[in-house]
């Protein structure tokens, strides 16, 4: 009898990827995924610990998960993923939960498994500089259209504000071999898009036994680009500092590497930008943005960006706002400060700006590019877009919903369009998330 697994998933698309490698690994030793939680042997919950608020969302679900212990006495409960790094011991020491496994331990979950069940410590949190889960091809938990495989694990860079180098440890790239067998089996089942994962992708950097030229992150989307024309490719996420002419020049080329380029800013000043540590300077983020759009003059930017970190006046966080309108970015991901334990910030400098000024500049953000985003939509008006169709409009049963290569929703009446397709829609319409229009023709492949 198949013992039956839950994964609950929190966080970023590498825990996403990350659920699936662990899906493989314990389908591996009799474990199959259900979908209902009530029935299930062990429950495990990937988590996130890059905000507070992140870790808060857990800990409810956590004390939901423990009531299910009443019904189900053999139920094992397991923290993965960067809580279970930070905190992971504590959690156990309390009995909040069964088995602790961090980003790095995943091989080790069934024998962590067989240990709590015998009512011994279940926990691995031990980092490596190695493990990239090599060999293992994730089981792909939902017969999707779009699929993440990641390119490399952890971060060197050490932002003073970010907790993601303690939680997934050094950076390591994987063999472009494994990449690449992962690819394949994606579009093996059916798959139609793929996004390459990096904490930074531009410091991807693969050598291969007895060659003296290492294979960079260009190389690798060049590859992944070819390896079928009808596989759009995406990649999340470069770093300011690193991205490289190579890789703007390599999206150019290819009608399968999606228009779409997501650049964390973080902040719009220099001495905020030194303070983070990020390594590069408002003009230089500027020179970047221009060089992108000599290359892809339709490319979209997007951005990551938060306000009220340590010592933010009203002027320096007016900076941000300035970038926001200067790059006019097409969406943004918006937040604010959360010091994080461990951290360089929150060891070295003061967490000052009061929450009510933090609440009140986000608010002043996400105005602003609620303005932003729908000028940009606006201008899609009448243009034809390349849509890959995924699934049924969530509004209308009539509709189908897939992304244009700039990654905006597009939405449009069914007609004779499969899922898995793609297409070209005429954009009519637009709100501030959706771009709204109707078919025109089917194609192929991605052209634009
Ligand atoms: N507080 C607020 N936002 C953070 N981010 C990372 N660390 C923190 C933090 N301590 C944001 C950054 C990053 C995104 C994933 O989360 O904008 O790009
Ligand atoms: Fe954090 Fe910087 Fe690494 Fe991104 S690149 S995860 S912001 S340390």
């Known amino acids: 009898m198949k013992k039956k697994l839950y994964i609950e998933t929190y966080g970023c698309q590498m825990n996403v990827a990350d659920s699936e490698v662990v899906a493989s690994v314990m389908g591996e030793r009799n474990f199959e995924i259900s979908e209902n939680q009530e029935e299930a042997d062990v429950i495990l919950v990937n988590t996130c610990s890059v905000r507070d608020n992140a870790e808060k969302r857990v800990w409810g679900r956590l004390r939901h998960l423990n009531s299910l212990k009443k019904n189900n006495k053999s139920l094992k409960l397991g923290l993965i993923g960067c809580m279970a790094e930070r905190i992971g ?186 303070r983070m540590n990020r390594k590069y300077t408002v003009e230089w983020y500027m020179n970047r943005v221009e060089m992108i759009r000599k290359h892809i003059p339709d490319c979209s930017i997007t951005t990551d960006a938060f306000c009220g970190f340590c010592g933010e006046t009203e002027e320096q966080f007016q900076g941000t706002l300035d ?50 985003s729908m000028e940009s939509n606006e201008k899609d008006i009448g243009k034809i877009v390349e849509v890959l169709v995924e699934g049924p409009s969530k509004r209308s049963a009539d509709d189908f919903c897939g992304r244009c290569s700039q990654n905006k929703m597009v939405v449009f009446p069914k007609q004779d369009a499969k899922v898995g397709e793609y297409v070209r829609v005429k954009v009519l319409r637009f709100t501030q998330t959706t771009l709204i229009g109707e078919m025109v023709e089917k194609i192929d492949a991605p052209t634009m």
Not at 155 to 181: H, M, Q, W
């Open 323 to 372: 970038m926001m309108k200067w790059v006019h970015y097409d969406t943004a991901f918006m937040f604010k400060y959360s010091e994080r334990p461990g951290t360089y910030a929150a060891k070295k400098l003061e967490d000052d700006v009061p929450e009510e000024v933090k609440g009140e500049r986000l608010t002043r953000m996400i105005d602003l590019q609620s303005k932003l």
């Open 89 to 274: 011991d504590e959690m156990l020491e309390d009995k909040v939960v069964d088995i602790v496994a961090g980003p790095d331990a995943y091989r080790d979950l069934p024998y962590l498994y067989d240990k709590a069940v015998e009512g011994a410590d279940a926990i691995n949190v031990e980092l490596t500089i190695d493990e990239t889960y090599d060999s293992i091809i994730p089981k792909r938990m939902t017969e999707g259209i779009s699929g993440f495989v990641s390119i490399t694990r952890g971060c060197n860079n050490f932002c003073t504000y970010c907790i993601v180098p303690y939680t997934r440890g050094r950076e390591r790239s994987r063999d472009p071999k494994d990449i690449l067998a992962e690819v394949r089996d994606m579009l093996k089942n059916g798959y139609k898009e793929v996004t390459l994962l990096g904490q930074n992708v531009d410091s991807y950097k693969w050598m291969e036994e007895g060659s003296n030229k290492p294979v960079r992150f260009h190389h690798l989307l060049e590859m992944v680009a070819q390896e079928d024309p009808t596989l759009r490719v995406r990649f999340s996420t470069p770093h300011p500092k690193d991205i490289k002419e190579s890789v703007v020049k390599m999206i150019a080329k290819y009608p399968n590497i999606c228009k779409h380029i997501h650049l964390p800013i973080q902040a719009g000043n220099d001495e905020v930008l030194k």
